[in-house]
């Protein structure tokens, strides 16, 4: 399993933009699914976007699409989260997840490896 650590959380006010990075250690990323969950106070976690190891699938939940872009650099054993014209709701804990999959999963059994979270707050 690899380690992953998330980054680039922060406040921002709404419509602003944030981009988060998860980055892996003790192993190559490029073997993974790679997904980003989110977390709201008392809310349930949420995958919000996810792509398969090889980077020819991606899901996007749908109140994020056109705002949110997920990429991988494997050169950086890097995935990032790319989130634009942020809105309130949008304020959560984001985690990184990594499974030893082909495909991603809706299902957060599916992901072998979690980061310890990036907190996201919108607000102005």
């Known amino acids: 399993q690899v380690q992953l650590e998330e980054s680039g959380g922060g406040l921002v006010q709404p419509g602003g933009s944030l981009r988060l990075s998860c980055i892996a250690s003790?192993?190559?990323?490029?073997?993974?699914?790679v997904a980003w969950w989110r977390q709201a106070p008392g809310k349930e976690r949420e995958c919000v976007s996810a792509?398969?190891?090889?980077?020819?699938?991606?899901y996007y939940k749908e109140s994020v699409k056109g705002r949110f872009f997920i990429s991988r650099d494997e050169t950086k054993n890097t995935v990032f989260l790319e989130m634009n014209n942020l809105n309130v709701d949008d304020t959560a804990v984001y985690y990184c997840?990594?499974?030893?999959?082909?495909?991603?999963?809706?299902?957060?059994?599916?992901?072998?490896?979690w980061g310890q979270g990036t907190q996201v707050t919108v607000s102005s």
């Open positions: 792509v398969n190891r090889i980077a020819t699938n991606v």
């Open positions: 003790g192993g190559a990323f490029s073997n993974y699914a």
């Open positions: 997840a990594a499974a030893d999959q082909l495909a991603w999963s809706l299902r957060e059994d599916w992901y072998d490896s």
